[in-house]
């Protein structure tokens, strides 16, 4: 069964810190992993990853993926209270021509001031 | 407890048809989300319903689109008179109370127009 793990499943930390998120995934036909952030309604995009070992960079955010051991981490460095939010991550994996896209449950984070 | 489940999985419809993507939110959820994810785009909210009632329809186009949560049934997205750019994936998610970050995500439901 094609399935997608994203840990811790909550976080607290400080102002400043720097964190890293982790999602490991056992899928039959990988396409793509994304990273949303979701603060209220719609999770907003982050990354998208298709290629193992290229880092993806946006400001203080970064992410990269190993599809040899199937997982992803999403780094915030310096992090604010703007980023408290639910970290999701998704697989796309395609089953019999059909589009499929597995979701992890969420990592909560929440940033201390 | 089996997850949010949304069917068909893959949709094929002609311009001008009627397109119905079908939302069984979790056991025991009674609030359900309908989100439109683009190619290479994120996820962009439509319409939020709790059983029998729209709660928040503001991501949802005027025309052609609606939303349903029945008190049976599953919630059912209508797309009328279906054009090239309605092709996208869709996807339900459910949640048992209002607060917005605990969502299950369905697997999705892919439309394309012909």
Redesign the interface.
């Known amino acids: 069964e094609d399935k997608v793990v994203q840990s811790p499943l909550s976080l607290v930390v400080h102002e400043g810190d720097t964190v890293t998120l982790n999602c490991s995934y056992e899928v039959t036909n990988f396409r793509s992993l994304l990273w949303y952030k979701q603060e209220k309604k719609a999770p907003t995009f982050l990354f998208m990853l298709t290629s193992s070992g290229i880092e993806k960079k946006s400001g203080r955010l970064s992410s990269i993926l190993d599809k040899k051991e199937l997982f992803s981490i999403l780094n915030i460095t310096a992090t604010q209270t703007g980023d408290s939010a639910v970290y999701l991550c998704a697989v796309e994996a395609p089953m019999d021509s059909n589009y499929q896209l597995i979701w992890g449950a969420g990592t909560k984070l929440i940033i201390k001031p | 407890n089996a997850g949010v489940m949304q069917n068909p ?2 949709l094929v419809r002609r311009r001008g048809q009627e397109a119905r993507l079908r939302c069984s939110p979790m056991k025991g959820h009674s609030h359900v ?1 309908w ?1 439109r994810q683009l190619p ?6 439509m319409v ?1 319903l709790q059983k029998e009632n729209i709660i928040d329809e503001s ?1 949802m186009p005027k025309e052609r689109f609606s939303a349903e949560f029945p008190k049976e049934g599953p919630s059912i997205l209508r797309i009328q008179q279906v054009v090239r750019g309605d092709s996208a ?1 869709y ?1 339900c998610a459910s949640s048992p109370s209002r607060m ?2 605990e ?3 369905g ?4 439309l394309t127009v012909t």
């Open positions: 999985r893959h989300y989100y290479e785009e994120g996820l962009k909210f939020y991501g994936a996807f917005g970050y969502q299950y995500f697997p999705g439901t892919r």
